[in-house]
């Protein structure tokens, strides 16, 4: 039967017009692809230290493998504080040795039972440049649990929380700029950087100074872990030397029979052995 009134057939113009034109879908980020951006930087750092570039202690803010660093890095230059000096000061922490108490050092016993995982010491000195110790400086530290998650609400692994770990610690160094806590060993855990990214196990730590301007911030790694090679962070700090600065050394002296083992930790500030932090330096 022929129609009467046949449908109109658009013209290829109008067609072209009215239609939504879909990008293609990207393949999804590899690791194969993270491994070779971080290869050629890593080349290139390389070439240009034998054409005689200073070492680079500290990474670039926008280390493109670490994908959110381009988001999340400060893109405008640091504001100088003017003024009365002492008017910074007053935002300071003030934290002595009768506000943190040597329960907040033991991550194991802030709760009424005993966290699961394997328990660990870790100790090591705050040292200055000449290699002086840093004494009374507030050492905090954070890190997930033996599962891979942290006590955040921000935090969506489905790895289980344990009710007896929180993850969070403090205390002061002494006279000879020593630290120590009592902890479990964190366990490494995935993140979206790209597909099928995974953390190494690392304890965050932040250093105060004097005052809150000051604070620093680092993370230490545990010797031999077999994701250093895959992940972008640790891979942001280019230099051998210094990368190999964020990792501990297992000492078996530290263990305690029955009871925990051992990892030290020495802490530079400053000068060509400091130890990589994360906020970079004023």
Known sequence: MKLSHPAPVPSPASASASET?????????????????????????????????????????????????????????????????????????????????????????????????????????????????????????????ASGRYAHQRDQHPAPLDPHFTGVGRCLTDDHGTYTFTTIKPGPYPWRNHLNAWRPAHIHFSLFGTAFTQRLITQMYFPGDPLFPYDPILASVTDTAARERLVATYDHGLSRPEWSLGYRWDIVLDGPSATWIEEGRS
Do not use: C, M
């Open 21 to 145: 034109v879909t990008p293609p879908a990207q393949p999804p980020l590899v690791q194969a692809d993270i491994d070779r951006e971080i290869a050629g930087l890593h080349a290139a750092y390389e070439k240009a230290r034998a054409g005689g570039a200073p070492p680079a202690h500290h990474p670039p803010r926008d280390f493109r493998p670490y994908r959110s660093s381009g988001l999340r890095h400060p893109k405008e230059p640091l504001v100088a504080v003017n003024g009365d000096p002492e008017t910074v000061e007053l935002h300071g922490p003030v934290f002595g040795p009768t506000d943190v108490t040597e329960l907040d050092a033991d991550l194991t016993r802030q709760h009424r039972g005993e966290p699961l995982g394997e328990r660990i010491t870790v100790t090591g000195r705050v040292l200055d440049s000449g290699g002086r110790p840093v004494r009374n400086q507030l050492v905090e530290v954070w890190q997930a649990n």
